[in-house]
């Protein structure tokens, strides 16, 4: 059993969705918190409620976490304000739906930055603390798209699976040291993510709420376990791989992400 009270906990992408129920659901289990997002305005919000409501600690730290130095400047604004995060959730990410060679360079290149740099570069930063104590957990938020390969969303799926592989990895390396590692894979969550993209439609399935998403992580991170997946249908989703040739499942992935218009495309972070 984690034991949350009087703990603390960073968030990245804090400021809405999933990470913002994160935020709201461990400030009621007594933890203190560290809130990461480019935005104030929500951050100053979201800290102000948990505080009146769960009287507990809130740190805000404003941060466009697809800058390459980012993660250093937010590991040493919690070392300068002398806190020791218990717990890392790296839940900062960007999806952009579009052809490969449509997008721009740029804007795919802040996509890997986001989605692997920076939570590579916390985990590391913070996981040498976690070492020295001898305790400590970090949840990585990947996704199911990291089981297979997405069009119009290459560079999303790739990141994912990174994500899914090195946080694996890191859980072997870790759990002698007493530092636990999850990784936890959503499905289709009904966050900003969709709307900012112009669509309603996950285009694979029912959205969740965030909290049921929440939910299952912090069981995980309970148990213990390496790995999970929010919900029965998205875990045989995520197999899909097992049951058909990978062409074959390319091609189906193809056609259920293809657009009416590849011209209509929008990126949101979270």
Same mark, same amino acid.
């Given at each position: 059993?984690?034991?949350?009270?009087?703990?603390?906990?960073?968030?990245?992408?804090?400021?809405?969705?999933?990470? @913002?129920?994160?935020?709201?659901?461990?400030?009621?289990?007594?933890?203190?918190?560290?809130?990461? %997002?480019?935005?104030?305005? +929500?951050?100053?919000?979201?800290?102000?409620?948990?505080? *009146?409501?769960?009287? $507990?600690?809130?740190? =805000?730290?404003?941060?466009?976490? &697809? +800058?390459?130095?980012?993660?250093?400047?937010?590991?040493?604004?919690?070392?300068?304000?002398?806190?020791?995060?218990?717990?890392?959730?790296? !839940?900062?990410? $960007?999806?952009?739906?579009?052809?490969?060679?449509?997008?721009?360079?740029? &804007? *795919?290149?802040?996509?890997?930055?986001?989605?692997?740099?920076?939570?590579?570069?916390? &985990?590391?930063?913070?996981?040498?603390?976690?070492?020295?104590?001898?305790?400590?957990?970090?949840? !990585?938020?990947?996704?199911?798209?990291?089981? *297979?390969?997405?069009?119009?969303?290459? $560079?999303?799926?790739?990141? +994912? %699976?990174?994500?899914? !592989?090195?946080?694996?990895? =890191?859980?072997?390396?870790?759990?002698?040291?007493?530092?636990?590692?999850?990784?936890?894979?959503?499905?289709?969550?009904?966050?900003?993510?969709?709307?900012?993209?112009?669509?309603?439609? &996950?285009?694979?399935?029912?959205?969740?709420?965030?909290?049921?998403?929440?939910?299952?992580?912090?069981?995980?991170?309970? @148990?213990?376990?390496?790995?999970? $997946?929010?919900?029965?249908?998205?875990?045989?989703?995520?197999?899909?791989?097992?049951?058909?040739?990978?062409?074959?499942?390319? !091609?189906?992935?193809?056609?259920?992400?293809?657009? @009416?218009?590849?011209?209509?495309?929008?990126?949101?972070?979270?």
């Amino acid at each position: 059993m984690y034991d949350y009270k009087g703990k603390t906990a960073l968030i990245t992408g804090a400021s809405s969705g999933i990470g @913002k129920a994160f935020a709201h659901e461990i400030a009621g289990r007594g933890m203190n918190l560290v809130l990461v %997002a480019r935005s104030e305005d +929500k951050l100053l919000r979201l800290a102000e409620d948990l505080k *009146q409501n769960h009287h $507990i600690q809130v740190e =805000v730290v404003v941060a466009d976490l &697809s +800058k390459e130095e980012s993660a250093q400047e937010v590991y040493d604004t919690v070392k300068r304000n002398q806190q020791q995060v218990d717990l890392l959730i790296n !839940n900062a990410g $960007i999806v952009t739906h579009g052809l490969f060679a449509e997008k721009t360079l740029r &804007s *795919q290149q802040d996509e890997i930055r986001l989605n692997v740099y920076t939570p590579v570069s916390l &985990s590391h930063l913070f996981i040498q603390d976690m070492f020295r104590r001898g305790q400590g957990a970090i949840m !990585n938020v990947a996704s199911t798209g990291g089981f *297979q390969p997405m069009p119009y969303r290459a $560079i999303y799926s790739a990141t +994912k %699976a990174f994500l899914i !592989n090195w946080s694996e990895a =890191v859980w072997a390396e870790a759990k002698e040291k007493g530092v636990s590692i999850v990784t936890l894979c959503p499905g289709p969550t009904d966050t900003n993510i969709y709307e900012a993209m112009g669509t309603n439609d &996950s285009g694979v399935g029912k959205m969740v709420p965030p909290e049921h998403v929440v939910h299952t992580g912090l069981r995980a991170l309970e @148990k213990q376990q390496m790995t999970v $997946i929010d919900g029965r249908s998205n875990y045989w989703i995520s197999q899909a791989y097992r049951f058909f040739p990978r062409q074959t499942l390319v !091609n189906l992935m193809y056609r259920m992400f293809h657009p @009416k218009s590849t011209r209509h495309r929008k990126k949101t972070s979270f």
